[in-house]
């Protein structure tokens, strides 16, 4: 059972925005960094944001994070076919000692 | 290139082990945190464990706690997994990966594991 809670699903149309949400306590995301993963099934899962907003070297801006608090949100512009697939949140959480991935948000371009 | 390529996963009946371990290449494997994550079938990512650079210290999920062991040989730019006694619920694929920035920026493209 995770820690951080994100929509099961969003969707959008070609060319639209969505962002998915990421809950979690003062333990975690609250005093932590957040990343963001994506992950399509049989694949390695690709990091796309670290340090809550920071793209890895290569990653187009279309990809944006943000924090506030003990929440987190992943944002995707310009929504491509290519993004369908399920995306992670995940932070450090102190009080555990270990690592949580959020619930995970399949995104469905429609 | 920066690579992580896992091996050792199988099937095992209930209560057995297995050691995966995941070859490093492209990067200073002495210098990361590394960590093993898996995914069971039709469920979402779960954080397993990692350990520091030098190997001094390890962390785990609290479920698994006692019956697997994380270890890295740096020399051979190699990391380990030991799972012992193991469960269907143990069932996953098992993805290596490479820490960083308290993220994990670097993937395998993963071992299944099959407990039945």
């Known amino acids: 059972q995770s820690v951080l809670t994100q929509p099961p699903s969003v969707s959008a149309a070609p060319g639209q925005k969505v962002t998915i949400s990421c809950s979690g306590s003062?333990?975690?995301?609250?005093?932590?960094?957040v990343s963001w993963y994506q992950h399509l099934p049989g694949t390695a899962p690709k990091l796309l944001i670290y340090e809550n907003n920071k793209r890895p070297s290569g990653l187009p801006d279309r990809f944006s994070g943000s924090k506030s608090g003990t929440s987190a949100t992943l944002g995707i512009t310009g929504l491509q076919t290519g993004d369908e697939a399920d995306y992670y949140c995940?932070?450090?959480?102190?009080?555990?000692?270990?690592?949580?991935f959020g619930t995970g948000t399949q995104v469905t371009v429609l | 290139e920066v690579q992580l390529v896992e091996s050792g996963g199988g099937l095992v009946q209930p209560g057995g082990s297995l050691r995966l371990s995941c070859a490093a290449s492209g990067f200073t494997f002495s210098g990361h945190y590394m960590n093993w994550v898996r995914q069971a079938p039709g469920k979402g990512l779960e954080w397993v464990a990692n350990?520091?650079?030098?190997?001094?210290?390890?962390y785990y999920v609290d479920s698994l706690k006692g019956r697997f062991t994380i270890s890295r040989d740096n020399a051979k730019k190699s990391l380990y997994l030991q799972m012992n006694d193991l469960r269907a619920e143990d069932t996953a694929v098992y993805y290596c990966a490479r820490g960083h920035q308290d993220a994990a920026d670097i993937w395998g493209q993963g071992t299944m594991v099959t407990i039945s």
């Open positions: 995940g932070a450090w959480d102190s009080s555990l000692s270990a690592y949580v």
């Open positions: 003062s333990s975690n995301i609250g005093n932590n960094y």
């Open positions: 350990l520091r650079p030098d190997g001094s210290e390890t």
